[in-house]
């Protein structure tokens, strides 16, 4: 399979707890996004990288969220001390430039994250 | 604020039934807009991006359009198998950041 592949696929944690995700994106892709998106709403943007350099982060996103992406490849998300209110999909995308400037956004399955 | 609204939220149609669904935006000059098909547990599947006001795109029953505010996403003769949430998203001049709608959920009834 040479999609866009997350890990886990389900993480289920205690209060307080910290988290990590993982993302492995397309190959050749050179940039890199993380969303949350909770039940009946678009995914929320969180932060994306081109290559290894972490381009734009949302105001949205707070102190215990914090992402890399490692010589450009793989990324993770760790998420310090979770909350109820993180409970959501999370969810990373992988995206590849044309010289034309077009450009086609591609979606792994995502993380189900439960905090109890 | 950039900003992406669409309608309806929930959309019930009979099998064969046509119809369309829309998607308003406010963004400080359009990079791109693109449309998304999104089925229960799983990450989003691209479906199409437009680039320029009167550009159209189609595949199979779907067909996009843009205007300077809006696009459409046109779905003739529906099937069962195309319910799913759709959802729309932006980018905006400056930026590759994407801004998505909350979706609009579609049933087809056979």
């Known amino acids: 399979d040479t999609g866009v592949s997350q890990n886990p696929r389900h993480k289920i944690t205690k209060r307080g707890q910290n988290v990590t995700f993982r993302c492995d994106p397309i190959s050749e892709h050179n940039r890199l996004y993380w969303y949350r998106q909770t039940l009946g709403q678009g995914p929320e943007f969180l932060t994306y990288?081109?290559?290894?350099?972490?381009?734009?982060k949302s105001r949205l996103l707070s102190d215990r969220f914090s992402a890399e992406r490692p010589k450009g490849s793989f990324s993770t998300l760790e998420i310090q001390r979770t909350e109820q209110g993180d409970s959501a999909m999370y969810l990373c995308a992988s995206t590849q430039s044309w010289t034309s400037g077009m450009e086609t956004q591609y979606f792994g399955p995502g993380t189900r994250l439960l905090v109890l | 604020e950039d900003q992406v609204t669409q309608s309806p939220e929930a959309l019930r149609l009979q099998e064969g039934e046509s119809s369309s669904l829309n998607c308003s935006y406010t963004v400080s000059g359009l990079r791109g807009l693109f449309w998304y098909r999104q089925d229960p547990g799983k990450g989003p599947e691209f479906l199409f991006t437009l680039y320029s006001a009167g550009e159209e795109k189609e595949k199979e029953r779907l067909k996009a359009t843009l205007t300077k505010k809006e696009s459409f996403l046109h779905i003739t003769a529906p099937k069962p198998e195309d319910s799913a949430t759709y959802l729309c998203?932006?980018?905006?001049?400056?930026?590759?950041?994407?801004?998505f709608g909350t979706g609009t959920r579609l049933k087809v009834l056979a």
């Open positions: 998203a932006v980018q905006a001049s400056g930026t590759y950041k994407y801004i």
């Open positions: 990288f081109q290559n290894e350099a972490q381009l734009e």
